[in-house]
Protein backbone atom coordinates (compact mmCIF):
# COMPACT_ATOMS: atom_id res chain seq x y z
CA UNK A 1 0.00 0.00 0.00
CA UNK A 2 1.22 3.64 -0.47
CA UNK A 3 1.90 5.81 2.03
CA UNK A 4 -0.84 8.00 0.38
CA UNK A 5 -3.30 5.55 0.39
CA UNK A 6 -2.69 4.57 3.80
CA UNK A 7 -3.18 7.80 5.37
CA UNK A 8 -6.28 8.90 3.17
CA UNK A 9 -7.57 5.44 4.65
CA UNK A 10 -7.05 6.16 8.23
CA UNK A 11 -6.41 9.83 8.96
CA UNK A 12 -10.20 10.45 9.94
CA UNK A 13 -9.68 8.30 12.36
CA UNK A 14 -6.74 9.76 13.80
CA UNK A 15 -8.18 13.12 13.51
CA UNK A 16 -10.65 11.94 16.08
CA UNK A 17 -8.45 10.29 18.25
CA UNK A 18 -7.09 13.56 18.59
CA UNK A 19 -9.94 15.31 19.37
CA UNK A 20 -10.74 12.74 22.27
CA UNK A 21 -7.29 13.47 23.51
CA UNK A 22 -7.98 17.13 23.21
CA UNK A 23 -10.99 16.61 25.30
CA UNK A 24 -9.26 14.81 27.88
CA UNK A 25 -10.95 11.81 27.70
CA UNK A 26 -11.01 10.00 31.24
CA UNK A 27 -12.37 6.71 29.82
CA UNK A 28 -10.30 4.33 30.52
CA UNK A 29 -11.33 1.14 28.33
CA UNK A 30 -12.00 4.14 25.16
CA UNK A 31 -8.11 5.24 25.71
CA UNK A 32 -7.24 1.00 25.75
CA UNK A 33 -9.42 1.02 22.27
CA UNK A 34 -7.38 3.82 20.95
CA UNK A 35 -4.17 2.70 22.11
CA UNK A 36 -4.52 -0.76 20.78
CA UNK A 37 -5.64 0.82 16.97
CA UNK A 38 -2.93 3.44 16.94
CA UNK A 39 -0.21 0.95 18.02
CA UNK A 40 -1.13 -1.09 15.39
CA UNK A 41 -0.98 1.76 12.66
CA UNK A 42 2.15 2.55 14.28
CA UNK A 43 3.33 -0.70 13.38
CA UNK A 44 2.51 -1.60 9.84
CA UNK A 45 4.19 2.65 9.20
CA UNK A 46 7.38 1.26 10.84
CA UNK A 47 7.03 -1.59 8.48
CA UNK A 48 6.30 0.09 5.00
CA UNK A 49 7.22 3.47 5.80
CA UNK A 50 10.08 3.14 8.35
CA UNK A 51 11.47 6.84 7.00
CA UNK A 52 8.53 8.33 6.68
CA UNK A 53 7.02 11.24 9.02
CA UNK A 54 3.35 9.48 9.47
CA UNK A 55 5.63 7.34 11.51
CA UNK A 56 6.88 10.26 13.71
CA UNK A 57 3.05 11.14 13.62
CA UNK A 58 1.51 8.05 14.70
CA UNK A 59 4.33 7.55 16.90
CA UNK A 60 3.75 10.63 18.94
CA UNK A 61 0.19 10.10 18.41
CA UNK A 62 0.53 6.69 20.66
CA UNK A 63 2.77 8.49 23.48
CA UNK A 64 0.17 11.22 24.06
CA UNK A 65 -2.53 8.19 24.73
CA UNK A 66 0.23 6.23 26.75
CA UNK A 67 0.65 8.91 28.67
CA UNK A 68 -3.08 9.68 29.51
CA UNK A 69 -3.81 6.26 30.13
CA UNK A 70 -1.21 5.98 33.21
CA UNK A 71 -0.48 9.66 34.19
CA UNK A 72 -3.02 9.24 36.86
CA UNK A 73 -1.67 5.73 37.77
CA UNK A 74 -0.60 5.60 41.77
CA UNK A 75 1.80 3.31 42.84
CA UNK A 76 0.37 1.36 46.07
CA UNK A 77 3.54 2.52 48.30
CA UNK A 78 6.91 4.51 47.31
CA UNK A 79 9.70 2.46 46.71
CA UNK A 80 11.40 3.35 49.79
CA UNK A 81 8.45 2.24 51.74
CA UNK A 82 8.15 -1.14 49.90
CA UNK A 83 11.75 -2.14 50.55
CA UNK A 84 10.95 -2.06 54.09
CA UNK A 85 7.57 -2.85 54.58
CA UNK A 86 8.14 -5.74 51.12
CA UNK A 87 11.62 -6.22 49.74
CA UNK A 88 13.61 -6.88 53.09
CA UNK A 89 11.41 -8.84 55.14
CA UNK A 90 11.35 -11.37 52.03
CA UNK A 91 14.93 -11.36 51.93
CA UNK A 92 14.79 -11.78 55.66
CA UNK A 93 12.90 -14.86 55.27
CA UNK A 94 15.28 -16.23 52.00
CA UNK A 95 18.13 -15.77 54.84
CA UNK A 96 16.44 -17.16 57.85
CA UNK A 97 18.60 -20.31 58.09
CA UNK A 98 21.87 -18.26 57.71
CA UNK A 99 20.33 -15.68 60.13
CA UNK A 100 19.33 -18.43 62.91
CA UNK A 101 23.37 -19.91 62.47
CA UNK A 102 24.19 -16.78 62.88
CA UNK A 103 22.39 -16.26 66.18
CA UNK A 104 23.09 -19.45 67.02
CA UNK A 105 26.74 -19.43 66.83
CA UNK A 106 26.96 -15.61 68.84
CA UNK A 107 24.94 -17.00 71.28
CA UNK A 108 26.79 -20.17 71.89
CA UNK A 109 30.11 -18.43 72.15
CA UNK A 110 28.27 -15.45 74.78
CA UNK A 111 28.00 -18.76 77.00
CA UNK A 112 31.80 -20.23 76.50
CA UNK A 113 32.83 -16.24 77.26
CA UNK A 114 30.91 -16.49 80.64
CA UNK A 115 32.19 -19.93 81.04
CA UNK A 116 35.82 -19.32 80.65
CA UNK A 117 35.91 -16.16 82.75
CA UNK A 118 34.08 -18.21 85.36
CA UNK A 119 36.72 -20.67 84.90
CA UNK A 120 39.51 -18.22 84.48
CA UNK A 121 39.17 -14.92 85.91
CA UNK A 122 42.11 -13.32 83.73
CA UNK A 123 40.83 -14.41 81.08
CA UNK A 124 38.42 -10.95 80.31
CA UNK A 125 42.06 -9.73 80.56
CA UNK A 126 42.86 -11.57 77.78
CA UNK A 127 40.12 -10.56 75.63
CA UNK A 128 39.44 -6.43 77.02
CA UNK A 129 42.97 -6.15 77.47
CA UNK A 130 44.51 -4.75 80.76
CA UNK A 131 44.36 -1.02 80.12
CA UNK A 132 40.28 -1.37 79.38
CA UNK A 133 40.12 -3.66 82.78
CA UNK A 134 42.17 -1.64 84.86
CA UNK A 135 39.81 1.50 83.81
CA UNK A 136 36.22 -0.36 84.54
CA UNK A 137 37.65 -1.48 88.32
CA UNK A 138 39.01 1.95 89.20
CA UNK A 139 35.20 3.08 87.79
CA UNK A 140 34.12 0.52 90.22
CA UNK A 141 35.97 1.89 93.31
CA UNK A 142 34.75 4.88 92.70
CA UNK A 143 31.03 4.25 92.73
CA UNK A 144 30.27 4.38 88.96
CA UNK A 145 31.20 1.36 87.68
CA UNK A 146 29.89 2.03 83.91
CA UNK A 147 31.37 6.19 83.77
CA UNK A 148 33.16 5.09 80.66
CA UNK A 149 29.67 5.94 78.28
CA UNK A 150 30.29 9.41 80.45
CA UNK A 151 33.54 10.31 79.36
CA UNK A 152 33.19 11.55 76.09
CA UNK A 153 31.35 14.57 74.58
CA UNK A 154 27.39 13.12 73.52
CA UNK A 155 28.23 14.43 69.45
CA UNK A 156 31.35 13.50 69.21
CA UNK A 157 31.20 10.16 71.07
CA UNK A 158 27.99 9.51 68.66
CA UNK A 159 30.17 9.51 65.49
CA UNK A 160 32.59 7.60 66.43
CA UNK A 161 30.72 4.72 67.86
CA UNK A 162 28.50 4.65 65.03
CA UNK A 163 31.62 4.61 62.30
CA UNK A 164 32.90 1.89 64.44
CA UNK A 165 30.25 -0.32 64.73
CA UNK A 166 29.04 -0.24 60.74
CA UNK A 167 32.81 -1.02 60.36
CA UNK A 168 33.09 -4.25 61.92
CA UNK A 169 29.60 -5.02 60.63
CA UNK A 170 30.73 -5.01 57.03
CA UNK A 171 33.96 -6.56 58.28
CA UNK A 172 32.02 -9.62 59.44
CA UNK A 173 29.98 -9.31 56.34
CA UNK A 174 32.72 -9.37 53.88
CA UNK A 175 34.82 -11.98 55.77
CA UNK A 176 32.09 -14.15 54.17
CA UNK A 177 34.06 -13.89 50.85
CA UNK A 178 36.24 -16.95 52.46
CA UNK A 179 33.37 -19.15 52.16
CA UNK A 180 31.80 -17.94 55.44
CA UNK A 181 34.37 -18.92 57.77
CA UNK A 182 35.50 -15.47 58.17
CA UNK A 183 32.01 -14.39 58.99
CA UNK A 184 32.03 -17.41 61.75
CA UNK A 185 35.37 -16.31 63.29
CA UNK A 186 34.15 -12.59 63.64
CA UNK A 187 31.01 -13.79 65.20
CA UNK A 188 33.11 -16.67 67.68
CA UNK A 189 35.16 -13.14 68.50
CA UNK A 190 32.89 -10.60 69.15
CA UNK A 191 30.38 -13.30 71.10
CA UNK A 192 33.53 -14.47 72.98
CA UNK A 193 34.07 -10.75 74.10
CA UNK A 194 30.55 -9.74 74.83
CA UNK A 195 30.19 -13.14 77.11
CA UNK A 196 33.63 -12.14 79.03
CA UNK A 197 32.65 -8.85 79.36
CA UNK A 198 29.03 -9.08 80.71
CA UNK A 199 30.67 -11.87 83.36
CA UNK A 200 33.28 -9.07 84.67
CA UNK A 201 30.08 -7.94 85.78
CA UNK A 202 28.14 -10.52 86.90
CA UNK A 203 31.49 -11.27 88.90
CA UNK A 204 31.73 -8.12 90.69
CA UNK A 205 27.62 -7.98 92.02
CA UNK A 206 26.76 -5.71 88.98
CA UNK A 207 24.62 -7.31 86.78
CA UNK A 208 21.32 -5.67 86.91
CA UNK A 209 23.44 -2.37 86.46
CA UNK A 210 25.79 -3.78 83.63
CA UNK A 211 22.29 -5.38 82.06
CA UNK A 212 20.62 -2.08 81.99
CA UNK A 213 22.99 -0.01 81.17
CA UNK A 214 24.80 -1.99 78.35
CA UNK A 215 21.72 -3.49 76.95
CA UNK A 216 20.01 -0.09 76.03
CA UNK A 217 22.09 0.59 72.81
CA UNK A 218 22.94 -3.60 73.11
CA UNK A 219 19.91 -4.61 72.38
CA UNK A 220 19.85 -3.36 68.76
CA UNK A 221 23.26 -2.77 68.19
CA UNK A 222 24.63 -6.68 69.04
CA UNK A 223 21.21 -7.98 67.31
CA UNK A 224 22.26 -5.88 64.09
CA UNK A 225 26.04 -7.54 64.51
CA UNK A 226 24.18 -11.38 63.95
CA UNK A 227 22.16 -9.81 61.05
CA UNK A 228 25.28 -8.75 59.64
CA UNK A 229 26.63 -12.38 60.49
CA UNK A 230 23.89 -13.92 58.31
CA UNK A 231 24.05 -11.16 55.70
CA UNK A 232 28.28 -12.82 55.69
CA UNK A 233 26.88 -16.50 56.07
CA UNK A 234 24.14 -15.67 53.03
CA UNK A 235 27.24 -14.43 51.17
CA UNK A 236 30.05 -17.47 52.07
CA UNK A 237 26.76 -20.23 51.07
CA UNK A 238 26.37 -18.37 47.74
CA UNK A 239 30.29 -19.31 46.80
CA UNK A 240 30.51 -22.99 48.72
CA UNK A 241 27.11 -24.01 47.79
CA UNK A 242 26.31 -23.08 44.28
CA UNK A 243 24.15 -25.60 43.54
CA UNK A 244 22.50 -26.11 39.82
CA UNK A 245 23.88 -22.39 39.50
CA UNK A 246 27.10 -21.32 38.49
CA UNK A 247 29.58 -20.55 41.04
CA UNK A 248 29.48 -16.81 39.66
CA UNK A 249 26.50 -16.89 39.30
CA UNK A 250 25.25 -18.39 42.66
CA UNK A 251 27.47 -15.30 43.95
CA UNK A 252 25.81 -12.65 42.23
CA UNK A 253 22.56 -13.46 43.69
CA UNK A 254 23.61 -14.27 47.58
CA UNK A 255 25.99 -10.52 47.06
CA UNK A 256 22.79 -8.95 46.03
CA UNK A 257 20.90 -10.22 49.01
CA UNK A 258 23.50 -9.94 51.60
CA UNK A 259 23.77 -6.26 50.46
CA UNK A 260 20.98 -5.80 50.78
CA UNK A 261 20.12 -6.99 54.71
CA UNK A 262 23.61 -4.74 55.26
CA UNK A 263 21.80 -1.87 53.95
CA UNK A 264 18.79 -2.55 56.45
CA UNK A 265 20.82 -2.40 59.25
CA UNK A 266 22.91 0.14 58.74
CA UNK A 267 19.97 2.93 60.25
CA UNK A 268 19.75 0.39 63.51
CA UNK A 269 23.69 0.79 63.58
CA UNK A 270 22.55 5.17 63.74
CA UNK A 271 19.70 4.37 66.33
CA UNK A 272 22.11 2.35 68.37
CA UNK A 273 24.53 5.07 68.47
CA UNK A 274 22.16 7.42 69.13
CA UNK A 275 21.32 5.76 72.18
CA UNK A 276 25.02 4.54 73.37
CA UNK A 277 25.83 8.76 72.89
CA UNK A 278 22.85 10.50 74.17
CA UNK A 279 20.89 7.64 76.33
CA UNK A 280 22.86 4.77 78.01
CA UNK A 281 24.94 7.96 79.66
CA UNK A 282 22.11 8.44 82.39
CA UNK A 283 22.60 5.57 84.56
CA UNK A 284 20.51 7.91 86.80
CA UNK A 285 17.26 6.93 85.12
CA UNK A 286 14.81 5.04 86.96
CA UNK A 287 15.60 1.12 86.70
CA UNK A 288 11.85 0.45 85.25
CA UNK A 289 11.89 2.80 82.79
CA UNK A 290 15.24 1.37 81.36
CA UNK A 291 13.81 -2.66 81.75
CA UNK A 292 10.78 -0.86 79.52
CA UNK A 293 13.04 0.70 76.81
CA UNK A 294 15.49 -2.51 76.29
CA UNK A 295 12.32 -4.78 76.18
CA UNK A 296 10.55 -2.83 73.53
CA UNK A 297 13.90 -2.68 71.41
CA UNK A 298 14.15 -6.36 71.99
CA UNK A 299 10.66 -7.15 70.87
CA UNK A 300 11.07 -4.44 67.28
CA UNK A 301 14.13 -6.73 66.71
CA UNK A 302 12.10 -9.96 67.25
CA UNK A 303 8.99 -8.80 65.15
CA UNK A 304 10.99 -7.71 62.18
CA UNK A 305 13.31 -10.12 61.63
CA UNK A 306 11.53 -13.02 62.63
CA UNK A 307 7.61 -12.68 63.51
CA UNK A 308 6.78 -10.10 60.32
CA UNK A 309 9.03 -12.03 57.52
CA UNK A 310 7.24 -15.69 59.25
CA UNK A 311 3.93 -14.03 59.07
CA UNK A 312 4.03 -12.55 55.41
CA UNK A 313 5.11 -16.21 54.33
CA UNK A 314 2.80 -17.46 56.20
CA UNK A 315 0.08 -15.06 54.53
CA UNK A 316 1.59 -15.90 50.97
CA UNK A 317 2.72 -12.15 50.73
CA UNK A 318 5.89 -13.83 48.92
CA UNK A 319 6.68 -17.52 47.63
CA UNK A 320 10.07 -17.93 48.38
CA UNK A 321 10.14 -20.93 44.96
CA UNK A 322 8.73 -18.65 42.99
CA UNK A 323 10.20 -15.29 43.83
CA UNK A 324 13.78 -15.93 43.20
CA UNK A 325 13.86 -13.01 40.97
CA UNK A 326 16.56 -14.50 39.08
CA UNK A 327 17.68 -12.33 35.93
CA UNK A 328 18.76 -13.37 32.50
CA UNK A 329 22.09 -15.15 33.18
CA UNK A 330 23.43 -13.29 29.86
CA UNK A 331 26.65 -12.02 29.15
CA UNK A 332 26.87 -8.20 29.79
CA UNK A 333 28.23 -6.21 27.42
CA UNK A 334 29.38 -2.57 27.20
CA UNK A 335 27.82 -0.69 24.10
CA UNK A 336 30.32 2.16 23.49
CA UNK A 337 27.98 4.14 21.23
CA UNK A 338 25.36 4.96 23.28
CA UNK A 339 24.73 8.31 25.49
CA UNK A 340 24.55 7.19 29.22
CA UNK A 341 23.27 7.78 32.35
CA UNK A 342 25.88 8.15 35.60
CA UNK A 343 24.54 4.56 37.22
CA UNK A 344 25.11 2.50 33.69
CA UNK A 345 28.51 4.67 33.13
CA UNK A 346 29.19 3.45 36.92
CA UNK A 347 28.05 -0.53 36.21
CA UNK A 348 29.90 -0.84 32.87
CA UNK A 349 33.64 0.59 34.73
CA UNK A 350 32.94 -2.68 36.97
CA UNK A 351 32.28 -4.57 33.89
CA UNK A 352 35.36 -3.59 32.77
CA UNK A 353 37.65 -4.37 35.69
CA UNK A 354 36.20 -7.73 36.02
CA UNK A 355 36.62 -8.70 32.42
CA UNK A 356 40.26 -7.05 32.13
CA UNK A 357 41.37 -8.18 35.68
CA UNK A 358 44.30 -9.90 34.71
CA UNK A 359 46.20 -7.23 32.81
CA UNK A 360 44.79 -4.67 35.03
CA UNK A 361 46.13 -6.41 38.52
CA UNK A 362 49.75 -7.51 36.52
CA UNK A 363 49.82 -3.99 35.83
CA UNK A 364 48.91 -2.97 39.43
CA UNK A 365 51.61 -5.57 40.61
CA UNK A 366 54.31 -3.90 38.38
CA UNK A 367 53.40 -0.71 39.85
CA UNK A 368 53.65 -1.85 43.41
CA UNK A 369 57.21 -3.61 42.96
CA UNK A 370 58.51 -0.77 41.36
CA UNK A 371 57.16 1.50 44.02
CA UNK A 372 57.90 -0.64 46.82
CA UNK A 373 61.41 -1.36 45.38
CA UNK A 374 62.21 2.32 45.14
CA UNK A 375 60.80 3.42 48.01
CA UNK A 376 63.01 0.63 50.66
CA UNK A 377 66.11 0.10 48.76
CA UNK A 378 66.87 3.52 48.27
CA UNK A 379 65.58 5.02 51.42
CA UNK A 380 67.74 6.76 53.73
CA UNK A 381 66.24 5.27 57.00
CA UNK A 382 64.72 1.89 58.01
CA UNK A 383 61.59 0.42 56.55
CA UNK A 384 59.92 0.87 59.82
CA UNK A 385 60.83 4.61 59.62
CA UNK A 386 59.50 5.62 56.35
CA UNK A 387 55.93 5.98 56.76
CA UNK A 388 53.74 6.32 59.79
CA UNK A 389 50.50 4.56 59.50
CA UNK A 390 47.40 5.91 60.57
CA UNK A 391 45.68 3.89 62.99
CA UNK A 392 41.92 3.05 63.38
CA UNK A 393 38.66 3.77 60.95
CA UNK A 394 39.93 4.76 57.32
CA UNK A 395 42.88 4.86 58.94
CA UNK A 396 44.56 3.25 55.63
CA UNK A 397 42.59 5.83 53.37
CA UNK A 398 43.84 8.64 55.53
CA UNK A 399 47.59 7.49 54.47
CA UNK A 400 47.50 7.80 50.91
CA UNK A 401 49.31 11.42 51.10
CA UNK A 402 52.29 9.62 53.41
CA UNK A 403 52.93 7.37 50.37
CA UNK A 404 53.63 10.68 47.92
CA UNK A 405 56.36 12.45 50.65
CA UNK A 406 58.14 10.35 52.54
CA UNK A 407 60.67 12.37 54.24
CA UNK A 408 63.06 9.12 54.17
CA UNK A 409 63.15 8.76 50.35
CA UNK A 410 63.55 11.76 48.16
CA UNK A 411 62.89 9.94 45.14
CA UNK A 412 59.72 8.36 47.05
CA UNK A 413 57.14 11.22 44.44
CA UNK A 414 58.84 10.49 41.50
CA UNK A 415 58.31 6.49 41.90
CA UNK A 416 54.72 7.13 42.75
CA UNK A 417 54.12 9.05 40.00
CA UNK A 418 55.69 6.25 37.68
CA UNK A 419 53.61 3.47 39.33
CA UNK A 420 50.55 5.53 38.85
CA UNK A 421 51.44 6.35 35.25
CA UNK A 422 51.80 2.60 34.59
CA UNK A 423 48.21 1.76 36.15
CA UNK A 424 46.35 4.62 34.16
CA UNK A 425 48.20 4.23 31.32
CA UNK A 426 47.48 0.58 30.83
CA UNK A 427 43.33 0.91 32.03
CA UNK A 428 43.16 3.52 28.97
CA UNK A 429 45.15 1.68 26.47
CA UNK A 430 43.00 -1.59 27.41
CA UNK A 431 39.67 0.66 27.22
CA UNK A 432 40.95 1.47 23.70
CA UNK A 433 41.38 -1.44 22.46
CA UNK A 434 38.31 -2.80 24.39
CA UNK A 435 36.32 -0.79 22.37
CA UNK A 436 36.54 -2.77 19.29
CA UNK A 437 35.82 -6.02 20.56
CA UNK A 438 34.02 -7.44 22.91
CA UNK A 439 34.99 -9.59 26.10
CA UNK A 440 34.54 -12.64 23.47
CA UNK A 441 36.56 -11.44 20.83
CA UNK A 442 33.30 -10.99 18.60
CA UNK A 443 33.60 -7.64 16.95
CA UNK A 444 31.60 -5.04 19.04
CA UNK A 445 32.61 -2.46 16.52
CA UNK A 446 32.52 -2.38 12.43
CA UNK A 447 35.32 -0.51 12.20
CA UNK A 448 38.37 -2.14 12.33
CA UNK A 449 40.60 -1.72 15.43
CA UNK A 450 44.25 0.47 14.25
CA UNK A 451 47.02 -1.73 14.45
CA UNK A 452 49.43 -0.92 17.54
CA UNK A 453 52.81 0.70 16.78
CA UNK A 454 55.34 0.47 19.45
CA UNK A 455 57.02 4.33 19.66
CA UNK A 456 53.24 6.03 19.72
CA UNK A 457 52.19 3.80 22.55
CA UNK A 458 55.78 4.69 24.32
CA UNK A 459 54.90 8.43 23.62
CA UNK A 460 51.53 8.17 24.51
CA UNK A 461 52.96 6.45 27.89
CA UNK A 462 54.80 9.53 28.43
CA UNK A 463 52.22 12.11 28.38
CA UNK A 464 50.35 9.78 30.74
CA UNK A 465 53.21 9.56 33.24
CA UNK A 466 53.03 13.56 33.22
CA UNK A 467 49.06 13.69 33.67
CA UNK A 468 49.86 11.30 36.93
CA UNK A 469 52.40 13.84 37.74
CA UNK A 470 50.15 16.80 38.33
CA UNK A 471 47.69 14.18 39.67
CA UNK A 472 50.57 13.36 42.12
CA UNK A 473 51.12 16.82 42.83
CA UNK A 474 47.35 17.04 44.54
CA UNK A 475 48.62 14.88 47.37
CA UNK A 476 51.19 17.35 48.36
CA UNK A 477 48.65 19.77 49.44
CA UNK A 478 47.20 19.92 53.10
CA UNK A 479 44.37 17.45 53.88
CA UNK A 480 41.50 19.85 53.13
CA UNK A 481 42.98 21.15 50.20
CA UNK A 482 43.23 18.01 48.81
CA UNK A 483 39.57 16.83 49.75
CA UNK A 484 38.28 19.79 48.24
CA UNK A 485 39.85 19.79 44.95
CA UNK A 486 40.39 15.79 44.67
CA UNK A 487 36.87 15.65 43.01
CA UNK A 488 36.42 18.17 40.77
CA UNK A 489 40.07 17.82 39.15
CA UNK A 490 41.04 14.16 38.84
CA UNK A 491 38.54 13.14 36.58
CA UNK A 492 39.81 15.89 34.40
CA UNK A 493 42.79 14.72 34.82
CA UNK A 494 41.15 10.96 33.62
CA UNK A 495 39.70 12.70 30.55
CA UNK A 496 42.84 14.11 29.47
CA UNK A 497 44.96 10.86 29.84
CA UNK A 498 41.89 9.58 28.01
CA UNK A 499 42.30 11.48 24.64
CA UNK A 500 46.25 11.76 24.58
CA UNK A 501 45.97 7.39 24.69
CA UNK A 502 43.00 7.50 22.58
CA UNK A 503 43.14 10.01 20.80
CA UNK A 504 47.17 10.65 20.29
CA UNK A 505 46.87 14.69 21.39
CA UNK A 506 49.34 16.52 23.00
CA UNK A 507 49.70 17.87 26.23
CA UNK A 508 48.29 21.09 25.03
CA UNK A 509 45.98 19.67 22.75
CA UNK A 510 44.28 17.36 24.99
CA UNK A 511 43.47 20.24 27.69
CA UNK A 512 41.93 21.99 24.35
CA UNK A 513 40.28 19.19 23.37
CA UNK A 514 39.10 18.27 26.89
CA UNK A 515 37.73 22.15 27.47
CA UNK A 516 35.23 21.18 23.82
CA UNK A 517 33.86 17.73 25.75
CA UNK A 518 33.16 18.97 29.03
CA UNK A 519 29.96 21.05 28.09
CA UNK A 520 26.86 19.20 29.55
CA UNK A 521 28.37 16.54 30.61
CA UNK A 522 30.53 18.28 33.57
CA UNK A 523 27.80 17.34 36.91
CA UNK A 524 27.71 13.68 35.66
CA UNK A 525 31.61 13.37 35.26
CA UNK A 526 31.48 14.09 39.29
CA UNK A 527 28.84 12.07 39.97
CA UNK A 528 30.31 8.82 37.88
CA UNK A 529 33.80 9.81 40.24
CA UNK A 530 31.82 10.22 43.57
CA UNK A 531 30.81 6.98 43.64
CA UNK A 532 33.90 5.21 42.23
CA UNK A 533 35.89 7.20 45.23
CA UNK A 534 33.04 5.86 47.72
CA UNK A 535 33.97 2.26 46.48
CA UNK A 536 37.70 2.79 46.65
CA UNK A 537 37.32 4.47 50.58
CA UNK A 538 34.99 0.95 51.63
CA UNK A 539 37.72 -0.90 49.75
CA UNK A 540 40.28 0.27 51.61
CA UNK A 541 38.64 -0.57 55.09
CA UNK A 542 40.28 -4.39 54.33
CA UNK A 543 43.56 -2.55 55.22
CA UNK A 544 42.02 -1.76 58.42
CA UNK A 545 40.80 -4.95 59.60
CA UNK A 546 43.98 -6.79 60.38
CA UNK A 547 43.36 -9.15 57.51
CA UNK A 548 46.67 -7.95 55.64
CA UNK A 549 48.50 -8.48 59.22
CA UNK A 550 47.13 -12.21 59.61
CA UNK A 551 47.72 -13.06 56.14
CA UNK A 552 51.61 -11.86 56.87
CA UNK A 553 51.70 -13.95 59.93
CA UNK A 554 50.70 -16.81 57.97
CA UNK A 555 53.37 -16.16 55.63
CA UNK A 556 56.35 -15.11 57.95
CA UNK A 557 56.24 -18.36 60.19
CA UNK A 558 57.06 -19.94 57.73
CA UNK A 559 60.56 -18.09 57.96
CA UNK A 560 63.35 -18.08 60.39
CA UNK A 561 63.28 -14.10 60.52
CA UNK A 562 64.81 -11.88 63.51
CA UNK A 563 62.17 -9.99 65.71
CA UNK A 564 63.29 -7.10 63.45
CA UNK A 565 63.47 -8.78 60.13
CA UNK A 566 59.80 -9.86 61.02
CA UNK A 567 59.03 -6.32 61.32
CA UNK A 568 60.88 -5.18 58.08
CA UNK A 569 58.66 -7.74 56.30
CA UNK A 570 55.31 -6.87 58.07
CA UNK A 571 56.06 -3.36 57.31
CA UNK A 572 57.14 -3.67 53.37
CA UNK A 573 54.04 -6.21 52.65
CA UNK A 574 52.01 -4.03 54.04
CA UNK A 575 52.93 -1.20 52.18
CA UNK A 576 52.99 -2.95 49.03
CA UNK A 577 49.59 -4.48 49.42
CA UNK A 578 48.21 -1.12 50.34
CA UNK A 579 49.46 0.48 46.70
CA UNK A 580 48.59 -2.84 44.97
CA UNK A 581 44.48 -1.88 46.17
CA UNK A 582 45.96 1.74 45.58
CA UNK A 583 46.53 1.12 41.80
CA UNK A 584 43.59 -1.13 41.37
CA UNK A 585 40.97 1.96 42.66
CA UNK A 586 43.49 4.04 40.09
CA UNK A 587 42.50 1.54 37.35
CA UNK A 588 38.60 1.53 38.34
CA UNK A 589 38.74 5.34 38.03
CA UNK A 590 40.42 5.70 34.99
CA UNK A 591 38.16 2.97 33.46
CA UNK A 592 35.46 4.63 34.43
CA UNK A 593 36.43 8.34 33.45
CA UNK A 594 36.96 6.30 30.11
CA UNK A 595 33.40 5.41 29.49
CA UNK A 596 32.48 9.12 30.30
CA UNK A 597 34.99 10.43 27.84
CA UNK A 598 32.92 7.90 24.94
CA UNK A 599 29.41 8.62 26.28
CA UNK A 600 30.45 12.41 26.04
CA UNK A 601 32.16 11.76 22.75
CA UNK A 602 28.74 10.85 21.25
CA UNK A 603 26.36 12.95 23.29
CA UNK A 604 28.96 15.85 21.97
CA UNK A 605 29.82 14.82 18.58
CA UNK A 606 27.49 11.56 17.88
CA UNK A 607 30.53 9.88 17.08
CA UNK A 608 29.65 6.39 16.53
CA UNK A 609 26.51 7.72 14.81
CA UNK A 610 28.64 8.91 11.86
CA UNK A 611 31.08 6.09 12.34
CA UNK A 612 27.92 3.68 10.95
CA UNK A 613 26.36 5.50 8.53
CA UNK A 614 29.86 5.70 6.84
CA UNK A 615 29.92 2.30 6.52
CA UNK A 616 25.95 1.74 4.92
CA UNK A 617 25.80 0.23 1.52
CA UNK A 618 29.62 -1.17 2.25
CA UNK A 619 28.90 -4.70 3.87
CA UNK A 620 27.87 -7.74 2.14
CA UNK A 621 24.62 -8.11 0.97
CA UNK A 622 21.94 -10.53 0.16
CA UNK A 623 19.37 -10.41 -1.63
CA UNK A 624 18.97 -6.43 -1.09
CA UNK A 625 19.73 -6.93 2.75
CA UNK A 626 22.80 -6.42 5.03
CA UNK A 627 24.21 -10.09 5.77
CA UNK A 628 24.24 -10.11 9.44
CA UNK A 629 27.99 -10.01 11.28
Known sequence: MRETTFIEQNQQKWREFEQLLEGKVS???????????????????????????????LNGLAQRIFFNIYKTKKSRRSAFVAFWLEDLPRLIHESRNELRLSLCIFSLCMAIGMLSSWAEPEFVRSIMGDRYVDMTEENIKSGDPLAVYKEAGAFNMFLGITLNNILVAFITFVLGLFFGVGTIGA?????????????????????????????????????SIVVAGGAGLTLGRGLAFPGTLS??????????????????????????????????????????????????????MLFYFALLPWWKARKGHFNIEEDIRLTPDLERRVDFTQVKTAGSLFTDAFTFLRKNIGPLALASLVGSTIYCGGAFLLADVPPGELFEFQPGVFGAFSTVPVLFEGEGNRWLFLFAVLAIGIAIFTTQYLLARWRYHSPDGEDESEIEAPAPNIGSLLYALLKTIV???????????????????????????????QLMVYEGKGLWSGLVRMGSLLSNNFGQMMGVFSMLLLCATMASLLLDT????????????????????????????????????????????????GMQYFSALEANEAFFLRERLAIIGKRPRIRGLEREG
Open 187 to 223: LIFNGIMIGAFQYFFVEKGLFQESFLTIWMHGAVEIS
Open 247 to 300: RERSFQLAARRGMSLMVGVVPLFIFAGFVESYLTRHTEAPDWLRAIFITACFGF
Open 546 to 593: GLVGHLLNIVSINFDLSPASNSAFHYIGFTFTGMFLFLLCMSLWAAGG
Open 27 to 57: DPEKLSELFVHVTDDLSFARTFYPNRSVRVY
Open 467 to 497: AALVFCLLFLLPGGFLLLLLIPLFPLLLLWT
